[in-house]
């Protein structure tokens, strides 16, 4: 296991508070992508949720272009793009667009679950040009083999009304470098996959820190080697909420447990509340337990035993890169088109972690 500091890297859900607008969301956004890009952070990827008026990551090549015109050395991504939701052509062709425009730069995180409630996925898949879940492996495949520089064929013939003969898709023309996938999961399914066919791998420990350990042990022990990856590769992701006090850490962070307590419980979910919202609100025993439960697995505290947990982390776990995705919520007074308090968990965590 490795005994190093770790790399650091972001993964953000663009969170639009009760005073935001969608907008307001976005331009905190890239405030805090630029920060993160002057404080050496390796990696930013965005998430793909649908239907939340809390979440402003709706469609990641969309942010992930914006995000990586504001930005110049980091990598930007997709944590992940929700596949089943998408035609693996149109994927790989706007990837394809993105490190075309972007070199060496951009990541295709790819997840298997819808990212929303069954009506909106149904939406989703009203056009019919969306993939299966069933159908998810073929269409990792194909999507890597689009992005190929050399592309894809296709054999058309044995139907009525087809050419007996091959057909040539590639994502681009004249293709120079390819996006890094990533296959990513909060099941063993994933892991198992990622695995079989040696692409890096990244497990959702954010989402409730449970069943780690064995889908690493899996994506470790049953990885196969494959042209583009010799070893296996995955890293760590984490709740962070940072601040100079233990104190002002967790009354940032009561708004975001708040949130996913209501999540947990069926309850409806309105924009993230500011720290003053949050204070003044009731909850029942039910949502306190479970809120309880996820501050215990959070890390929210002040930067030194901040990083130390993050340092303890990567070596439990054995990776040697960990992305925080910042919860932080603001005080009332914030200027609406920033978050100063995703920004000081970043910048506090890089001066521990440098």
């Given amino acids: 296991m490795t005994t190093m500091t770790p790399r650091l890297s972001v993964l953000d859900l663009v969170p639009v508070r009760s005073n935001q607008s969608s907008g307001d969301a976005i331009a905190a956004t890239i405030a805090l992508a630029k920060r993160a890009d002057e404080l050496g952070y390796g990696r930013y990827w965005v998430a793909e949720h649908h239907n939340m008026t809390a979440v402003a990551a709706t469609n990641p090549p969309v942010l992930i272009g914006i995000i990586a015109a504001n930005t110049t050395s980091m990598r930007v991504g997709s944590g992940g793009v929700m596949l089943p939701n998408h035609s693996p052509l149109v994927v790989a062709e706007q990837f394809a667009a993105l490190e075309a425009a972007f070199p060496r730069r951009i990541d295709l995180g790819i997840g298997r679950a819808p990212g929303s409630d069954p009506i909106i996925t149904a939406l989703l898949r009203s056009s019919g040009a969306t993939s299966d879940v069933d159908a998810f492996p073929s269409n990792v495949r194909d999507?890597?083999?689009?992005?190929?520089?050399?592309?894809?064929?296709?054999?058309?013939?044995?139907?009525?009304?087809?050419d007996?003969?091959?057909?040539?898709?590639?994502?681009?023309?004249?293709?120079?470098?390819?996006?890094?996938?990533?296959?990513?999961?909060?099941?063993d399914y994933s892991a198992r996959l990622a695995a079989q066919l040696g692409l890096p791998y990244v497990f959702a420990h954010h989402f409730s820190g449970e069943g780690t350990t064995r889908a690493?042990?899996?994506?470790?022990?049953?990885?196969?080697?494959s042209e583009t990856l010799a070893h296996p590769r995955t890293f760590l992701t984490v709740n962070a909420i940072v601040a100079d006090t233990a104190a002002e850490a967790h009354a940032l962070a009561l708004p975001q447990l708040q949130q996913m307590a209501r999540l947990l419980t069926g309850l409806p979910l309105g924009p993230q509340p500011t720290v003053e919202e949050a204070a003044e609100t009731n909850v029942t025993p039910t949502m306190?337990?479970?809120m309880d439960r996820m501050s215990a697995r959070w890390i929210i505290d002040a930067p030194g035993q901040a990083a130390d947990r993050i340092r303890e982390l990567a070596k439990t776990f054995g990776v040697d890169e960990v992305m925080v995705s910042p919860g932080a919520s603001a005080h009332a007074s914030a200027e609406r088109r920033s978050a100063p308090g995703r920004v000081r968990t970043l910048e506090l965590l890089a001066a521990e972690l440098a």
């Fill in 164 to 187: 007996n003969r091959d057909y040539a898709v590639t994502a681009t023309p004249r293709a120079e470098t390819t996006p890094e996938i990533w296959l990513l999961g909060s099941s």
């Fill in 288 to 290: 306190q337990e479970l």
């Fill in 143 to 162: 999507i890597a083999a689009l992005l190929n520089p050399d592309g894809a064929t296709l054999h058309l013939g044995g139907g009525p009304g087809t």
């Fill in 216 to 225: 690493l042990e899996l994506y470790r022990s049953g990885f196969t080697a």
